[in-house]
């Protein structure tokens, strides 16, 4: 969940650290810090709890900061408050700093072991016991990379470390289990960093670090090798991202600008996978036919939004005769169960990094499921490299915390997926080309969708003064009613709540009065008698319903029910249309509350500790 980002450069480090550490701030915000090698022998080091503006203050009230090897961190607390002592880098005996992502498991018995040894910790973080370590194997005769092997053969957990040795100026040791790690090789120096996007203004030309790697760092030269020494050859890739996909125009919050870009982001993830009447299945893989041939059902494994989005899949797949269960990743790993026979694990993250997904589909590896499907937004992630069949959606980076784009054109590759499910099944009567004019469509409907905005923008007034609401929907658009109250919830702080329209009056009715606001989504379909007959529950109760519904429907405006009417659609799509508004309705709500709404309290957007 922290951001690294190392440098050796010809010229002075310190723009390319807090460059990356800006780009990196996704992924921790808590606190901040930075050390550099000024001259041998000598660390500067700055740290700072708060956002990266922290640190970059502390930077300019220090006056001149330089030199041409460094290291820094941005912060997702675990062991340890978000303290300036506990920012990383951590250095030790003046000589050894280090920046870490992931987690030690076996700190404590690694810090007594140390306090043993007369070694003095400054944090209560489970990072300083690696740079303990190293500096004790060092104190002990080790030359560095020799400490550094030694140290992590004894570490038990999942991380990336970024380590430099104040007297070798001009090398840096990068070292990945688990959490994401790169080596970068520029024009002016070479780099480590958590992603592509830290060093992007500095080069495109990057190593994906495996896990087990430890890459020795210098100009000019980059080598890799495992734990007992050994060369490992890794491909240097060239990464098509680009600056300007970043950068945030003249949006308020990249959430905003995610959110407006989902037309695009559709058409995008399109492009190339479907024909006038038909999805190609190639577009999944060489491999696919044969898989998919043979496929007798799917195990999905997701994390927060995107198990959202698997849920929607599962009414999808399971319309088309595929049997498909969907799971939190996290509860997969947590207990026995039967492995099916030719079961496809289909596996969805927008950052492919998501250390819950990644451990459960190992665990279906390990437990013998067939085969496995990435539906990823992150080309090079774990996530692909891990799976067999890959499809990757073409969203564009997605900076705010909160999913938008990645969750909509998830769904759009889910709808591919059961498109060829059905293809494959003969008693569905599911019709391809129908179904790809529905897709084709869909970017306008979005498009015509987003110009809800100012109605929606008034909606979101009745909430401001909100602690709690309900969103409730029937059938696919369940999961899409929980998707709308993670995100109110991700980013307003309202305590939100789905419940399944029919489940109301087995609980949840007894917390409806007027100060619980109660959202809903009523597409035109076969759900909708039933759903009518809960919305006057609720309008019996004294609840204030606020209704986004399908403009066939003709549910109308009256005491205590806001009716905004949506374009109708195809009920294929629908769940992807009626996302819209719930997105747009969190983001306003946040808007008036003033929360941060890019880097929402407590969270960040790449979740690598288990
Ligand atoms: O990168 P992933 O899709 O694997 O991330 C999974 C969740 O952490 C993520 O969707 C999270 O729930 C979002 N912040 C929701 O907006």
Same mark, same amino acid.
């Given at each position: ?15 390319v /650290? ?30 700072a ?5 922290? /640190? ?10 330089s ?21 990383h880098?951590?250095? *030790?005996g ?10 030690? =498991? ?14 003095e ?17 060092m104190?002990?005769g ?5 400490a550094?092997?030694?140290c992590?053969g ?10 430099? $040795?104040?007297d070798?100026?001009?090398?840096i ?21 958590s ?13 994906? @670090?495996e896990?087990?790697d430890?890459?020795?760092?210098r100009?000019? !030269?980059?080598?890799?090798?495992n734990?007992d ?14 600056p300007q ?24 993830? @399109?492009e190339g ?9 190639a ?10 041939? %043979?496929?007798? $059902? ?17 009414y ?8 498909c ?15 099916p ?9 927008? &950052?492919? =990094?998501?250390?819950?997904? /990644? ?23 774990? /996530?692909?490299?891990?799976? =067999?069949?890959i499809?990757m ?11 938008? !784009?990645?969750?909509?054109?998830q ?9 060829i ?26 498009? *015509?969708?987003?110009?809800l ?12 003064n909100k602690q ?5 929907a ?18 307003s ?11 109301? %009056? ?5 917390l409806?009065d007027?100060?619980?606001p109660?959202? &809903? ?6 759900? @909708?008698? %039933?759903?009518k007959g809960?919305?006057e ?6 609840g ?6 399908d ?5 109308? *405006? ?10 109708s659609?195809e ?6 249309i ?20 890019? !880097? ?11």
């Amino acid at each position: 969940m922290c951001g690294i980002i190392g440098a050796v450069s010809n010229s002075n480090v310190l723009p390319v /650290l807090l460059g990356g550490l800006k780009r990196l701030e996704y992924r921790g915000y808590d606190s901040s810090g930075l050390a550099v090698i000024n001259e041998p022998g000598k660390f500067l080091r700055l740290r700072a709890p708060g956002k990266l503006v922290e /640190l970059e203050r502390a930077v300019s009230a220090n006056g001149e900061i330089s030199g041409l090897t460094g290291i820094a961190h941005t912060r997702w607390a675990t062991h340890g408050p978000p303290t300036e002592q506990n920012a990383h880098p951590h250095i *030790s005996g003046g000589r050894i700093a280090l920046v870490c992502n992931g987690i030690v =498991e076996n700190h404590e018995e690694l810090r007594t072991l140390l306090t043993d040894e007369g070694m003095e910790f400054q944090s209560e973080t489970d990072t300083e016991v690696i740079v303990n370590l190293i500096f004790l194997h060092m104190d002990k005769g080790s030359d560095f990379m020799t400490a550094v092997r030694t140290c992590i053969g004894s570490l038990k957990g999942a991380f990336a470390l970024g380590i430099v $040795n104040a007297d070798e100026p001009g090398r840096i040791i990068g070292a990945r289990r688990g959490s994401p790690l790169i080596a970068g090789i520029g024009e002016a120096g070479v780099y480590l960093a958590s992603d592509i996007s830290a060093m992007i203004a500095q080069t495109r030309k990057f190593i994906v @670090l495996e896990n087990g790697d430890i890459a020795d760092i210098r100009q000019g !030269k980059i080598e890799i090798t495992n734990l007992d020494g050994q060369l490992q050859n890794r491909d240097t890739r060239i990464s098509d991202l680009k600056p300007q996909a970043m950068e945030i125009g003249d949006y308020r919050h990249y959430m905003e600008k995610e959110i407006f870009e989902q037309g695009q982001a559709v058409s995008d993830t @399109l492009e190339g996978r479907i024909t006038a009447s038909r999805v190609l299945e190639a577009c999944f893989g060489t491999e696919a036919e044969r898989i998919f041939d %043979k496929t007798e $059902n799917i195990q999905i494994l997701a994390c927060g939004t995107s198990y959202h989005a698997g849920l929607v899949a599962k009414y999808w797949l399971e319309s088309v005769g595929m049997p498909c269960q969907v799971e939190i990743a996290s509860e997969f790993t947590s207990r026995k169960h039967p492995t099916p026979k030719n079961c496809l694990v289909v596996s969805l993250s927008q &950052s492919g =990094e998501t250390i819950d997904t /990644l451990t459960a589909l190992d665990y279906a590896k390990h437990c013998g499921y067939a085969h496995s499907l990435a539906i990823c937004n992150v080309p090079d992630s774990s /996530l692909v490299r891990n799976s =067999e069949l890959i499809l990757m959606t073409h969203a564009g980076p997605e900076i705010g915390v909160a999913s938008t !784009k990645a969750f909509v054109t998830q769904l759009v590759a889910l709808r591919l997926l059961s498109i060829i499910m059905a293809r494959k099944n003969s008693s569905s009567d599911l019709d391809e080309a129908d179904s790809i004019r529905e897709l084709r469509e869909l970017p306008a409907n979005v498009e *015509s969708t987003l110009e809800l905005e100012p109605a929606i923008q008034e909606i979101a007034q009745q909430f401001a003064n909100k602690q709690h609401a309900l969103f409730l929907a029937r059938g696919i658009h369940f999961p899409i009613a929980m998707e709308g109250a993670l995100k109110l919830k991700e980013i307003s702080y309202v305590h939100a709540e789905a419940y399944a329209a029919g489940e109301l %009056k087995h609980g949840p009715l007894a917390l409806v009065d007027q100060d619980m606001p109660v959202v &809903s989504v009523a597409p035109n379909d076969a759900q @909708l008698d %039933k759903l009518k007959g809960n919305i006057e529950e609720v309008r019996a109760r004294g609840g204030k319903l606020i209704v986004f519904a399908d403009s066939e429907t003709r549910l109308s *405006s009256r005491e205590n029910l806001q009716v905004i009417n949506i374009a109708s659609v195809e009920s294929s799509i629908a769940p992807i249309i009626f996302t819209i508004p719930l997105q747009l309705l969190a983001y306003h709500v946040a808007l008036i509350k003033g929360t941060d709404i890019d !880097k929402p309290r407590n969270l960040a957007k790449s979740v690598t500790v288990e």
